[in-house]
């Protein structure tokens, strides 16, 4: 049987994909293609449309790190992380771009976990000839709505 956290999170990324254009993430995830979700990693294909480009006609880099963010997410979401996270870091590097209509493949994967802080590292390749586009690493910190103070657990004042 398949893990619950693994169902949710391909659930989740199948209705992204379908959601309508004015909805943010919608807006760069229509027509994403699932390919495989695991415990900590998450492979997907996105085919680059005119959505996602920028003025010089190439894979907008703004919409390359909301890609990475929201996919290195949806990994560890998949490792049993809650739905309580907040990315504290995402660093990437590009090495190359995609045009309009080029296939893309994301993947993200689960590479540490220590107490509340879970990483990822996420790439993104171009299709035909697997040349790498960018890579990155998100971290995320898990949130708590209590807080420990002198030993002794206390709600959250946010």
């Given amino acids: 049987m398949e893990d619950s956290a693994i169902l949710r999170v391909t659930t989740y990324l199948e209705e992204l994909s379908n959601v309508r254009f004015d909805h943010f993430p919608g807006l760069i995830l229509q027509g994403l293609q699932v390919i495989h979700v695991g415990k900590g990693f998450v492979q997907c294909k996105l085919i680059i449309t005119d959505r996602v480009l920028g003025e010089d006609g190439t894979f907008h880099t703004g919409v390359i790190a ?28 590009l090495y190359s771009t995609a045009k309009n209509k080029e296939e893309v493949k994301i993947e993200a994967r689960v590479v540490g976990r220590k107490e509340d802080l879970n990483s990822a590292v996420i790439e993104i390749r171009r ?7 960018a890579m990155g690493r998100l971290r995320m910190v898990q949130l708590s709505l209590s807080d420990k103070h002198n030993g002794v657990h206390q709600a959250s004042k946010l």
């Fill in 127 to 133: 299709e035909y000839d697997e040349e790498l586009i």
């Fill in 66 to 93: 909301a890609l990475m963010e929201l996919i290195g997410a949806t990994a560890i979401y998949s490792d049993g992380g809650s739905h309580s996270h907040a990315s504290i870091v995402l660093n990437y590097s």
